[in-house]
């Protein structure tokens, strides 16, 4: 398996961002990933009761419609808690994508990142569309990348290449991400396209499979987004035997995994703020669920996370979360590990003495710096 950090597009996806107005700051903020191919499509939604507007069109898009080309995003307005008037700007943004790519409207599917609570220009998204398409390229996803940006730093991406029998497989996985993450659906935006063939069933196991122990397992603030999704297109182009089980499945999803899960890493280093990389582990539960579930209440914990950013070894914070988790725990059995604080990574062992089963949660410290910006954002 080949790892690139730069990511380049597999056979088939074309990419490109552009400028159309919606930030303020005149930064990129319209993206667009487009496959020549009719490809499957296989998403994970946020679970918050409180859902965007592109989110329910894409959702009922998926389910009418088995052939995706493309999937238009924009930065800098979440389009959520729009009501029935964010539908139809959602719905007539794809439109606008569609009709100038000339597939059917229900191929296209959206998202949004930004504010919440504010009606989207869809005049802008409409004037930018032409140029977004005609600037569709191969070399694309540079640009696509920083388009989804909102309080990032940097951008995130990656892309594999394995092998599937005799063929070459290629997965390249774009994120966005920094602030308003927590696990339970996603925790940020990232959309992911193969030119694996693969069966549908075989995709949306693999997806699964993979979220359950990336995205899923990090936090920045504990706050979960209208917006998060996790979206992976194939549309086959690699000629390889059909994916529907066996060893090619298990090769794939663990390159489907390795991909998420580096870029879900890649969020919490570029949490809002943040100045330390904390790794908590969790050893010896009764299941993955419960190691996940402790690790995670640590995670979360303001307490903790601040006594990290002051260089404090207060291990009493993590017993403290550890206990608050609702698990059953044996004071005498826990056993807590916490490393050094004084560099940039923090690695934190827990071991609740139950079982085998274990899991790793990602988290940042909590700083000043994530207070100011989001005193500020507005």
Same mark, same amino acid.
């Given at each position: 398996m080949k790892k690139v950090l730069k990511a380049y597009l597999p056979a088939g996806f074309k990419a490109n961002g552009v400028a159309c107005g919606l930030k303020r700051s005149g930064k990129p903020d319209l993206a667009l990933l487009y496959s020549e191919y009719p490809a499957l499509a296989s998403a994970k939604f946020t679970t918050n009761s409180i859902i965007a507007a592109p989110l329910i069109v894409s959702k009922e898009y998926l389910k009418s419609n088995k052939a995706i080309r493309a999937v238009l995003v924009n930065s800098g307005n979440?389009?959520?808690?729009?009501?029935?008037?964010?539908?139809?700007?959602?719905?007539a943004s794809a439109g606008y994508a569609a009709l100038e790519l000339k597939v059917p409207k229900k191929s296209v599917l959206v998202n949004s990142t930004g504010i919440i609570g504010k009606r989207l220009d869809i005049a802008k998204i409409k004037k930018a569309i032409p140029e977004l398409v005609s600037g569709l390229s191969c070399a694309g996803i540079q640009k696509a990348e920083k388009a989804i940006m909102t309080t990032d730093t940097f951008s995130k991406e990656l892309t594999l290449s394995l092998k599937i029998g005799a063929k070459t497989v290629n997965i390249c996985g774009i994120a966005k991400g920094a602030g308003m993450i927590a696990p339970d659906m996603a925790t940020m935006l990232c959309f992911i396209m193969t030119d694996a063939k693969i069966t549908k069933q075989a995709?949306?196991? /693999?997806?699964?499979?993979a979220v359950d122990k990336s995205f899923n397992c990090i936090s920045v603030d504990g706050c979960m987004s209208t917006n998060d999704t996790v979206l992976v297109l194939a549309n086959g182009k690699a000629g390889n035997k059909i994916i529907s089980g066996g060893k090619n499945q298990k090769d794939f999803s663990k390159a489907l995994e390795l991909i998420c899960l580096e870029l879900a890493k890649m969020v919490v280093k570029d949490a809002e703020g943040a100045t330390k990389f904390i790794q908590i582990d969790v050893a010896q539960a009764k299941n993955f669920h419960e190691a996940r579930k402790a690790a995670l209440n640590i995670a979360n914990s303001a307490l903790f996370k601040t006594a990290v950013f002051g260089e404090n070894p207060n291990f009493g914070r993590v017993a403290a979360a550890v206990? &608050? /988790?609702? $698990?059953?725990?044996?004071?005498?059995? $826990?056993?807590?590990?916490?490393? /050094?604080?004084?560099?940039?990574? #923090?690695?934190? %062992? #827990? /071991? $609740?003495?139950?079982?085998?089963?274990?899991? %790793? #949660?990602? %988290?940042?410290?909590? %700083?000043?710096?994530? !207070?100011? !910006?989001? &005193?500020?954002?507005?």
């Open positions: 979440a389009n959520c808690f729009t009501g029935k008037g964010g539908i139809k700007d959602a719905q995709l949306d196991k /693999s997806l699964s499979a206990g &608050a /988790s609702g $698990l059953k725990i044996n004071e005498n059995q $826990l056993k807590i590990n916490l490393g /050094s604080l004084k560099g940039k990574q #923090v690695k934190l %062992t #827990v /071991s $609740l003495s139950q079982g085998k089963a274990s899991a %790793t #949660v990602y %988290t940042s410290d909590l %700083t000043p710096g994530y !207070i100011k !910006i989001n &005193a500020e954002y507005n």
